[in-house]
């Protein structure tokens, strides 16, 4: 398998037009009370962000247009912590999308249909900040970043898939039990504490795959001591351009 190859084939299934021109409305999207109320609340933001948003019905399509108002927030709030917030919007939908789909089949109602087909999207390519903790606690949603993410992309990531046309800082994947992750360039300790799943990049720093536990990485570029360091890990596989380096 050519792993260099395929992830960028997989890159250019991104809608390119979502990159050239983003329409940014200039009227305050809805969900921005959301946010500022969250961002001034003293609970972990998890669980502040949790009890916030159950209270409120959004689409997948909020999401996207919501991150792309975010320039608009860039000078009033910390954009680098908003990723939580993005995370918990994503997986509360989710999960009402299951569970609504869960019911269907069960017979209980079965007028309609239910499009789940369509992956969750966030625009990063506008902004200055770095959205840091994107993908957090993923339980089986289809994510694509279009632009950079920051710190601990899919961290505590259960199940699901998150794509990011662009690059990462570290770690990414830090204590994933499942799923997929692919990333264009990564920063250091790809993949700490990797419990599961499968992640992919087409280059990354050092201490690749440091105290991971199961899992397996995969990296396009070929393995360079001086420039990846040791590999620290406590299990998993590692590959370096489809070559096993771990164990």
């Known amino acids: 398998m050519n792993l260099k190859k395929t992830i960028e084939t997989e890159y250019k299934t991104v809608d390119s037009s979502l990159t050239k021109e983003i329409p940014i409305k200039e009227e305050e999207h809805f969900l921005t009370d959301y946010l500022r109320e969250w961002n001034t609340n003293e609970l972990s933001p998890y669980i502040s962000a949790q009890k916030i948003l159950k209270k409120i019905t959004y689409t997948k399509e ?10 608009h927030l860039e000078n009033e709030i910390d954009l680098s912590f908003v990723g939580i917030f993005f995370s918990v919007l994503i997986n509360e939908h989710f999960k009402k999308i299951k569970n609504q789909i869960a019911t269907k ?4 109602d079965t007028k309609g249909t239910i499009n789940n087909s369509l992956p969750y999207k966030i625009i990063t390519s506008h902004l200055e900040t770095e959205i840091d903790n994107l993908g957090n606690r993923n339980n089986g949603a289809h994510v694509e970043i279009i632009g950079d993410a920051g710190y601990n992309l899919g961290a505590n990531m259960q199940d699901g898939e998150i794509v990011v046309y662009g690059n990462c800082l570290s770690p990414v994947g830090f204590f994933m039990h499942h799923g997929k992750i692919t990333v264009k360039k990564a920063g250091d300790e790809f993949g700490k504490g990797l419990q599961g799943g499968t992640l992919f990049a087409e280059e990354t720093g050092i201490l690749c795959g ?5 899992g397996t990485i995969h990296i396009a570029e070929e393995y360079n001591f001086g420039k990846h360091g040791m590999l620290l890990a406590a299990g998993g596989e590692i590959y370096f351009n489809n070559k096993k380096m771990y164990p």
Request: avoid cysteine; hydrophobic fraction near 35%; aromatic fraction near 10%.
């Open 62 to 71: 909020d999401i996207t247009s919501f991150s792309v108002y975010l320039s």
């Open 210 to 214: 440091e105290k991971m536990q199961k």
């Open 105 to 108: 089949l069960r017979g209980i």
